[in-house]
């Protein structure tokens, strides 16, 4: 039986050179924005000077926060907020890859509600508005421009920490897959294979429907088939096209069926030095699908004809694509050691049930330990 909603409030504008459109179609939320942007990519390759460009354009002044290094702390929000609550922002865009708009979300919650993220964290519910954000992907596997959540770096518990509300989901989102031409083969790689295991995560997740089963293969065929091509040549633009239209796909999925272990386990690991969320990805999910592949065999089967394989060969052939993307991420390249799983486990949170493979703290154990 067919039992699920979907509502989506995101407007979003998918084309090569939509970038331009910003200005124009942000004039609706106001005339001031605020950018957030993170690392000095966007800045170098000229891409934060075009949007400001654009959004002068349109009359609109931007306020801009100091970029921040990685991936979004406690400690950055609050200094973010601080920096621009005073010049009052009608509306704030997020300008880069997930970790810039999963910030510029938890900036917009914060001001809207005249809370600190610290508060938020802990009391989700108390994000009863934001101001508009605008998201503006610079990469090809996050799916943050139009989902619900927020991943935040507690320093201080070394974890990281996810806010979840309908509220945060963007309400316009600029999709010009021209701008991840720029990104190293490495990183193109490390983010397109989260890409590819959000997908995997989504399908087998308790709380897929056919919505969100019918996109998972959707995105595991375009991934499978696009991803070395860009890694080995930077510049095609519709195998680059494929991939943020397949990042598209995975932040509805993020909505609706959300992700399993792999994620859950990474957020907690995620704030060890020289720790990413795409290589700690890399390096759990072997493990993890190993056990998800036998929950379920239609899924398996399912996953098997998008691929053109045999079902018996579909772990193999999703083990070697990691090979083939020369990812060998090893949680021990962190110092992670058999010593530490236990406590590592325990810092395990959130929407744990929803994975078909988890029965308790022995599954995490399991493959922490496997993936060292």
Known sequence: MYNFQLHHPTKVIFSLGSLEKTGI??????????????????????ILAKLMGVLKKSKISVISPDPFQGEPSITYINSAVDQAKDQKPDFVIGLGGGSAIDAAKAISACLANTRNITHLLSHPDSVQRTLPIVAIPTTIGSGSEVSRGTVITDTASKIKRGLYNYFLIPRLA???????VSLPPRITALIGFDLFSTAIETLFSKKSNPFTHMLS???????????????AHGSNLNARTNLAFSSLLAGYNLVYSGTCLPHRIQYAIGSLPGMTHPLGIAALFPAWFKLAAKTDSSKLKAISIVLGVSESRVVKTLLDFRTQLNLYARLADFNISTSDVFQLANKVGGDLKSDPTYKGQKILNHILTQSL
Do not use: C, H
């Open 25 to 46: 179609e942000s004039t609706m939320f106001g005339k001031r924005a605020l950018v957030v942007t993170s690392g000095n990519a966007t800045r170098n390759m000229g």
């Open 174 to 180: 600029v999709i010009d897959p021209q701008l991840s």
């Open 217 to 231: 293969l959707e995105i595991i065929s375009k991934v499978y088939k696009n991803l070395p091509e860009v890694v």
